[in-house]
């Protein structure tokens, strides 16, 4: 059930919390967690006058392409272990789905401690890390710029912010994200929070107009880049050059990027680098419907898809016909024969993560009647949160 916000629900919320994530210090005591806490519903089982099973689910805005939808981040799902296994996490989701669904909220991400055991509520891993990884020898022969300028600080700093925040929102209106948080200014200061010691760099053009942004840590002998954007490949440039300064006996650095980067590229020696691909979000279709109706197509046309096996959000299944009309897809529930079938994780998958039609057909993923050559466009998550 939803559960009422009081001194109550807070206790027992954080007393859960503090149990099974092996967490030392009072939550209450905690501005990253209030801050969240604050912002979120809470969902809980009861034994009796005790809080058994909990899950918080936090609002947010995403844009899919050309489209804002609002987006539930869930996170803190756990149950004491003597209630584990009896159903209780299982009973949560369905009615979060549902009080989701009545809010005309069509998606939900979370980060997974086990992605089979999300999998069995409709996830999907849709969202991967591109993560580069080397030594000094990859920044040989990178130089500071003379004509660019390179700007330092922290978030506090009201002109880091505004360069920062101003790059991040002109990326989110180029109609190519893909599943993108719009982060509110709550959740920057919160992230900021979170993740302590984080430094910023600005690369500024000849015009002192801000072409890139780089958010770091330098920890555990890593120099570890926690975000880069940049619009030209002088301010990844300037960013390795920046990087290089550090260079010391001991230091490693990692960076880590959107899976469509190519900063390997701007390496002179690409054979010092370690790339590695990493999962990092699920991702769950709760209104079909409206997720499909942002989608974009490669071709004009229309065409029936089948939605099968979802039994939390039932209202997904049955046969829907597509039609793109303008450059918007259109989504109506109709009788007869689908083109293409699949589960709703499948469709997750396929919507909102990297996986083609096409090579969803060939794997069996999607069984297909008639083949009409269509793809989704892919687009890009170019910035990550965690949640």
């Given at each position: 059930m939803k559960l009422r916000k009081n001194a109550d629900t807070l206790k027992q919320v954080t007393d859960l919390i503090e149990y099974a994530f092996l967490k030392n210090d009072d939550l209450t005591q905690n501005n990253t967690f209030m801050s969240r806490y604050l912002h979120s519903a809470d969902y809980g089982i009861m034994n009796g006058n005790?809080?058994?099973?909990?899950?918080?689910?936090?609002?947010?805005?995403?844009?899919?392409?050309s489209k804002s939808v609002q987006m539930a981040g869930i996170g803190y799902v756990?149950?004491?272990?003597?209630?584990?296994?009896?159903?209780?996490?299982?009973?949560?989701?369905?009615?979060?789905?549902?009080?989701?669904?009545?809010?005309?909220?069509?998606?939900?991400?979370?980060?997974?401690f086990s992605e089979n055991?999300?999998?069995?509520?409709?996830?999907?891993?849709?969202?991967?890390?591109?993560v580069y990884s080397f030594d000094k020898n990859a920044l040989k022969g990178f130089k500071m710029p003379k004509k660019r300028k390179l700007l330092r600080g922290k978030w506090n700093d009201l002109e880091i912010q505004n360069y920062v925040v101003q790059l991040y929102e002109a990326q989110l209106h180029t109609k190519a994200e893909r599943n993108t948080v719009v982060r509110p200014q709550w959740w920057w200061n919160r992230i900021n929070e979170y993740y302590p010691y984080r430094n910023i760099?600005?690369?500024?053009?000849e015009n002192e107009r801000p072409r890139g942004y780089m958010v770091y840590r330098i920890y555990n002998s890593t120099f570890h880049v926690e975000e880069m954007y940049y619009l030209d490949r002088n301010s990844a440039k300037d960013f390795l050059a920046f990087m290089a300064s550090h260079i010391s006996s001991r230091l490693k650095f990692e960076?880590?990027?959107?899976?469509?980067?190519?900063?390997?590229?701007?390496?002179?020696?690409?054979?010092?680098?370690?790339?590695?691909?990493?999962?990092?979000m699920m991702s769950r279709i709760i209104d079909f419907k409206k997720i499909m109706s942002c989608m974009q197509l490669n071709r004009l046309g229309t065409f029936n898809i089948e939605v099968t096996?979802?039994?939390?959000?039932?209202?997904?299944?049955?046969?829907?016909?597509?039609?793109?009309?303008?450059?918007t897809l259109l989504c109506n529930k109709v009788e007869g024969d689908p083109d293409y079938s699949a589960s709703i994780n499948n469709w997750s998958k396929i919507l909102l993560g990297e996986l083609t039609l096409s090579r969803a057909i060939e794997a069996g993923d999607v069984h297909c009647n008639r083949n009409q050559r269509i793809e989704f466009k892919k687009g890009k998550t170019s910035f990550y949160d965690y949640f």
């Open positions: 005790k809080l058994a099973s909990y899950l918080m689910v936090t609002p947010f805005q995403s844009h899919i392409f756990a149950s004491y272990p003597e209630y584990r296994g009896q159903g209780g996490i299982s009973k949560l989701f369905k009615e979060v789905f549902h009080d989701l669904h009545e809010q005309n909220i069509p998606l939900s991400n979370l980060a997974p055991f999300y999998r069995q509520y409709g996830y999907e891993n849709t969202i991967y890390q591109k760099v600005i690369s500024l053009d960076i880590i990027m959107p899976t469509n980067a190519l900063l390997e590229d701007v390496f002179p020696e690409q054979q010092f680098l370690n790339i590695t691909l990493v999962p990092y096996d979802d039994q939390l959000c039932p209202w997904n299944n049955g046969v829907w016909e597509i039609e793109d009309y303008e450059g």
